[in-house]
């Protein structure tokens, strides 16, 4: 079973920058697909972007593109969000998750591991 904890959340102004972190535990996930999500208050779960197993290929929402940038670490069985230029909008409780495919994936139902949460707060 795999278990995957975010951390790194926090509250920022408008313009400012966090990083997340998600670290798996359990079975190593040099092999598979991972990305985030995100759930603002009253609203369904989106996509925000997500990386293959290699890290050479990232695809993102249309709505952090350019402001946010995924990566990951194989050896430390670790992906990260680097947020920048952070909005208000951005607002969410923001969720790390691995599949058991390789390739990407924008859709929540394709993602069997899924972590707690962390919560980010964009102040105006």
């Known amino acids: 079973q795999v278990q995957l904890v975010e951390s790194g959340g926090g509250l920022v102004q408008t313009g400012g920058s966090l990083r997340l972190s998600c670290a798996a535990s359990?079975?190593?996930?040099?092999?598979?697909?991972m990305g985030w999500f995100r759930q603002a208050p009253g609203k369904e779960r989106e996509f925000v972007a997500t990386?293959?197993?290699?890290?050479?290929?990232?695809y993102y929402a249309d709505s952090v593109k350019g402001r946010f940038t995924i990566s990951r670490d194989n050896a430390k069985n670790t992906e990260y969000l680097q947020m920048n230029s952070l909005k208000p909008e951005d607002t969410a409780v923001y969720y790390c998750?691995?599949?058991?495919?390789?390739?990407?994936?924008?859709?929540?139902?394709?993602?069997?591991?899924w972590g707690q949460g962390t919560q980010v707060t964009v102040s105006s």
């Open positions: 990386i293959s197993w290699s890290g050479g290929s990232t």
């Open positions: 359990g079975r190593t996930l040099s092999r598979n697909a």
């Open positions: 998750a691995a599949r058991t495919a390789q390739g990407l994936s924008n859709y929540a139902y394709d993602y069997q591991y």
